[in-house]
């Protein structure tokens, strides 16, 4: 849109037809931000597909080879969503009255001691990027506790197909909706539960190997896709703070209203092919975020 024409809604008299104008004129420039945005993915994925380096195309753009990445995947941050399926209300189950000296001895329920309180007081850390072993295992972590001797369990939640929601088929180069095989843990230390991480999986490239065996892959996960010809190429990461979806909060053991850490992997082979997103949902009050700086950087 032009200059000229906006200057011609803003000269509107009336502020509500002004305002109503406006908003239709966004609207019209945003699906066309979008069109064009598509179309530049497609334009960066066929020059890819013809041999083009990314540092080529980097240069010739004027952008960085990470900015590229960027733009050849479109957002991968979008408003994220329940990283487990919130389950079905179910009715209550009738329970049998308990003696009253038995009552006597709870908490009184108009006065709940909150549930992080009632929760061992555990902290971890979290390097990012993420260290190979922990994108690996899924549950590699140095403990931040008093203790050193920490107990650390994986549980595997589930292995299954699902549709893509739009930020994970946006990583993994599907449409949004298309099946793609989901591999769910979750990460406990000394009992309680810290993350909660989704694995996410391409189905014409994983569905008849061991990614969908319904059990843990030893000796790590990054082993089973090397070992079905996928060389670890590039990653790239995205952490978002948001709170706590009410299926999070059951799952890692929060109080209502607490916040979370998302953070988001989406890792390449040397052929640029999407093999692996890593959704991970950190309890953010039980962790400790370590980042660092690569090595050749001249600022301090």
């Known amino acids: 849109m032009s200059h000229s024409r906006l200057r011609e809604i803003a000269a509107l008299s009336d502020p509500i037809e002004r305002a109503r104008v406006l908003g239709t004129v966004m609207a019209e420039q945003q699906a066309l931000v979008e069109e064009a945005a598509r179309m530049r993915r497609q334009a960066i994925a066929e020059a890819r597909e013809n041999g083009h380096r990314l540092e080529d195309l980097a240069h010739t753009l004027g952008v960085s080879p990470g900015r590229i990445s960027q733009m050849r995947k479109g957002s991968a941050t979008r408003a994220p969503e329940p990283l487990v399926p ?29 549930l992080a309180e009632r929760m061992p007081p555990v902290v971890v850390r979290r390097s990012l990027p993420t260290e190979p072993p922990a994108s690996g295992a899924g549950w590699t972590f140095v403990s931040m506790t008093e203790r050193n001797d920490i107990r650390t369990e994986l549980r595997l939640l589930g292995v299954d197909r699902e549709p893509a929601r739009e930020h994970i ?132």
Not at 89 to 98: Q, S
Not at 101 to 106: C, K
Not at 265 to 290: K, W
């Open 86 to 114: 919130t389950p079905e209300p179910r009715a209550p189950e009738p329970v049998a009255p308990e003696p009253l000296a038995t009552r006597a001895a709870e908490p009184r329920a108009s006065d709940p001691e909150p």
């Open 169 to 300: 088929a946006t990583c993994l180069r599907v449409r949004p909706g298309e099946d793609v095989i989901a591999r769910r843990r979750l990460i406990l230390a000394g009992g309680v539960p810290v993350r909660a991480a989704a694995s996410y999986f391409r189905v014409d490239l994983f569905a008849d190997t061991s990614i969908v065996q319904p059990e843990l892959l030893a000796p790590s996960l990054h082993e089973a896709v090397a070992a079905h010809g996928h060389a670890f190429g590039h990653a790239e990461e995205t952490l978002m703070a948001r709170r706590a979806t009410e299926s999070e909060t059951g799952l890692l053991r929060l109080d209502p209203g607490d916040w979370v850490v998302q953070v988001l992997r989406a890792a390449y082979s040397i052929e640029d092919t999407p093999v692996h997103v890593l959704e991970t949902v950190c309890a953010a009050t039980r962790h400790v975020f370590s980042v660092s700086q690569a090595g050749g950087s001249d600022q301090f």
